[in-house]
C-alpha cells in the first residue's frame, strides 16, 4: 500500500510495542531495535487503517530511511497528460452507456462539472458511514493479526461488533498491554464513528 513518510504508525515486537510516530521515526526506531536484538517478527501497522507497512531493514539505519523516500517521491509524482495540473485536476478515462452521455451533455456546465458534483454530494452523504467502515475493518485487522490466538479472542470479536463496551474491557484486560492498549484505542474510534441509530 503507499505510503508517506508521516504516515501514523506503530510497530510490535510480538506484543511489545517498540516504537511508534510517523513512519520515518518508526523506521529509525525499529532499525534500532532489531539491530539491538529484538526477536520475533516485527510488524508496522499504519494507525488508522491497520494495514501492514512492509519496510526493508537491511544495511544502515540510513539505508533503511533512504529507501523510503524513493518510494514516497514515485507516489507524489503528479501525472503528465490532459486535465489542470495546477488545480490537481488529471484526465482518466470514464466509461457510460450512451444515455449517461446524453444526461450529462444536457446539464450546465460540461460533463466534468457535473461528474464532480455527483461525487462532491456522494461523498458527503457516504462520509460518516465509510469513516466507520474504515475504524471498523482496522480494528479487524489488527486483532486478527495480533491477538488471534489470545484467549477471549473470539468472545471479544463479538463484543466489538455488538458494542458492549463493558465486555470487551472485560476480556481484553488479561491480554498483553501494548496490543491491549492499541486495540483500545482502535476500538474507541470505531464506536465513536458509530452514528446514533
Known sequence: MP???????????QQRLIANGTLTQVAAATKQAIDAGTTGPVLIFDDYSSQQIE????????????????????????????????????????????????????????????LRRLVENARRRGAPKARMQQAMEAVERFMQ????????????SRAFYRGER????????????????????????????????
Do not use: I, N, Y
Not at 503528465?80 to 444515455?99: A, F
Not at 495480533?146 to 468472545?155: A, K, L, Q
Open 145 to 156: 493479526a495480533m491477538t488471534g490466538d489470545f484467549r477471549g479472542h473470539e468472545e471479544a
Open 55 to 114: 519496510l526493508d531493514f537491511r544495511g544502515s539505519a540510513d539505508d533503511v530511511l533512504a529507501r523510503l523516500a524513493p518510494a514516497e517521491a514515485a507516489a507524489e509524482r503528479p501525472a503528465r497528460g490532459p486535465g489542470r495540473p495546477k488545480l490537481g485536476v488529471t484526465s482518466r478515462e470514464v466509461t457510460l452507456l450512451p444515455r449517461h452521455w446524453e444526461w450529462l451533455a444536457q446539464q450546465p456546465g460540461g460533463a466534468s462539472a457535473v
Open 166 to 197: 463493558e465486555r470487551f474491557a472485560t476480556l481484553t484486560e488479561p491480554w498483553p498491554v501494548d496490543v491491549r492498549d492499541h486495540l483500545r484505542r482502535l476500538v474507541a474510534r470505531a464506536w465513536s464513528d458509530q452514528s446514533p441509530e
Open 3 to 13: 505510503t508517506h513518510t508521516d504516515t501514523p504508525c506503530s510497530a510490535f515486537a
